[in-house]
């Protein structure tokens, strides 16, 4: 794993630490903070996996810098963290149950291109990897802005 990455993943999981005094002192329930610990380190563990299939071989790599979904999907992802993280700044979780929406849509549009892709034999699999680990940050992410959206509401 990248120096960079095992450094945020040991942060991560360091948080656990504090998950039992912030319960206490917010009042917010200890399982949602345990949750939302969970999806950021499957979130880390995930861009890692994505990293090594987008750079798996020179052909596919070059094929996910062609497909419009899945820059629209990068973006999209993108953008959702920096609601998420402007969320909690303003402790306002309107704008991340605006992005939910958006991510539906891309992530049924990937496992539309996933269905299509089923009987292609030439298909490679960093490229199915990729598209599949992008459904799944999408679903994380949705998973995420909702866990926040309860404990902003609190």
Request: aromatic letters at 4%.
């Amino acid at each position: 794993m990248d120096k960079h990455l095992q450094r945020l993943l040991n942060d991560v999981v360091k948080m656990r630490g504090l998950i039992t005094p912030a319960s206490k002192e917010t009042r917010i329930q200890k399982s949602i903070f345990e949750a939302i610990q969970t999806i950021n380190r499957n979130l880390v563990c995930m861009l890692e996996l994505q990293i090594n299939a987008h750079w798996a071989t020179r052909a596919s790599h070059f094929v996910m810098l062609n497909a419009h979904t899945l820059r629209e999907t990068q973006q999209m992802t993108q953008q959702t963290l920096l609601t998420i993280a402007h969320a909690l700044f303003e402790g306002n979780p309107q704008p991340v149950l605006a992005n939910t929406g958006k991510l539906n849509d891309i992530a049924a549009e990937l496992r539309q291109l996933m269905n299509e892709q089923q009987g292609d034999a030439v298909a490679e699999t960093p490229i199915h990897g990729y598209v599949w680990l992008s459904m799944e940050t999408a679903r994380q992410l949705e998973l995420l802005s909702h866990l926040i959206c309860r404990a902003l509401r609190k």
